[in-house]
Every structure is written in C-alpha cells, then in structure tokens.
Nanobody, 119 residues
C-alpha cells in the first residue's frame, strides 16, 4: 500500500510564498513521475508541475517562473516551492505518484493540502 502525505499548505497574502512537501511511503520499487495537481471549487483538477526521476520538469503555464518543483529520490519526497502567490492559486493541492509497486504499476494520490491566497 502506497501512501502520500502532503504538508505545508496554509493561508498567505498575495505575493507571499509557501513550500509544499509530499512524502511517499510503502513498498515502492521505482517511481516514474511525482507531481502536484490542484483543484479549486467548481473547477477540474489541473496539473501544476511534475518531475521525473531523472529530474525533467514540466509546469503549467500559469505557474512558470513562480513555482519550482524538486525531488529527493532517496527519500521519495517531492517539494513545491511557490513564490509570488496570487489569489487565483487558491486551491487544494494534491500530490501524485506514478510508479511500480508490489501491486504493479500504479497512479497514487495524496489527500490534499489547502492553499489559500488572500488579496
């Protein structure tokens, strides 16, 4: 069983910063991609950023230049540094892992952490 535990969300004023963390635990043989998605009320879940085991990153256009994703492969942990936050960044942020586990190749999600940016 793979578990993803997010932390670091909270309330911040526009222009501020937050750092999200997501630690993966369980029987994980290899991780292909880890990433962050977000979902605001009334909206679909959308990609924020992903990072491969080799360090290749991908960002949504809306966060390029403001957010940075990084990964500690040894600790199975992924981070999201969010700078210059805007009210439109307000959402629940979910950690995602795609990788090979004891049960086969899987797509796993954390429970989410709330980020609220006040104007």
């Amino acid at each position: 069983q793979v578990q993803l535990v997010e932390s670091g969300g909270g309330l911040v004023q526009a222009g501020g910063s937050l750092r999200l963390s997501c630690a993966a635990s369980g029987t994980i043989f290899s991780i292909n991609v880890m990433g962050w998605y977000r979902q605001a009320p009334g909206n679909q879940r959308e990609l924020v950023a992903t990072v491969t085991g080799g360090g290749n990153t991908n960002y949504a256009d809306s966060v390029k230049g403001r957010f940075t994703i990084s990964r500690d492969n040894a600790a199975n942990t992924v981070y999201l540094q969010m700078n210059t936050l805007k009210p439109e960044d307000t959402a629940t942020y979910y950690c995602n892992l795609k990788g090979l586990t004891r049960s086969g190749y899987g797509d796993f999600w954390g429970r989410g952490t709330q980020v609220t940016v006040s104007s």
